[in-house]
């Protein structure tokens, strides 16, 4: 709150002496800049509040649904589908083409680990049952044999008797 | 039945290839998506069956805002007389809602839970092992038994 304060008075300051002064001393700000209202803000209680924060966050009415209030932090932000930006539509001519996103669209809380290089929620080619059970499958497998291959051993030195015998005495 | 020859197939003949006789059909029917991973849209039953006048409208209703956002970017980005960034409000509340949760902070049974066990019991769990193994070498040494094989110094 300091902070905030500090700033709009260097900012006036800056404007030059006569507009400058005279703005600080009468309490006014720049338009420019986020406005009050546009920040996100506690968790709606009333439909009329439920109504601007859905208005505020560019979501229809019935869209919005802010995250349940469980004291994790949250506050009003709209809980938005967990899908990953791989699912997007790639050939949509997109305002940030790489983050597959339009400008002033709500982000997911999670955003930046639904981001292209990152977590990837689009449909698998193979259904997950088929997958587990060739991974498994493999694995299981390769475990077995190499038991197998513990118990009775394939490979051992063939020394003949001769070797053997003088082979000892260096022993 | 197929599947099970199907994973026979596969953990026993996994380097091999051979002929089949009969081409081992994979039926999409029983598909099921990973947890977390969503379905394909083909094979999503409401983009068949779900076609009310309630989700045209409501889709319009998306489409209009998205169209008015698009139309206020566009008139920002090809003004030729702008010579700032174009700032998104939408990110600007998005990282101001990620840096700010403590005024919306409240502690309940959970984020207690999860402060526990994410904040003190690692500290204490990873104090405790490395002092006690630290002391078992260190009386260990003061007895003579340790063997030390590394020296400081000759």
Known sequence: ?????????????????????????????????????SLPGPYPTTPAERAAAAKKYNLRVEDYEPYPDNGQGFGDYPKLPDRSQHERDPWYQWDHPDLRRNWGEPMHWNFDMYIRNRVDTSPTPVSWNSMCKQLFGFIGFMLFMFYIGEVFPAYQPVVSPAQERSDELFM | MVTTTTRAVNAIFHQFSFARSVRHQINMADYKEAPLATRPRTLDPNDYFNLSQEKRRADEERAALRANLKRQYLTQLNNPSRTELIEDPALTRWVYARANPFPHFRPTFKTSLLGIVFGVVPLVTLYYIFKTDRDRKEAQIKAGTRDRKFNLAY
């Open chain 1, 1 to 37: 709150m300091a902070g905030v304060g500090f700033r709009r008075w260097a900012q006036t300051l800056t404007k030059g002496r006569g507009v400058g002064i005279s703005a600080l001393l009468s309490g006014a700000r720049a338009a420019s800049g986020a406005s009050k209202g």
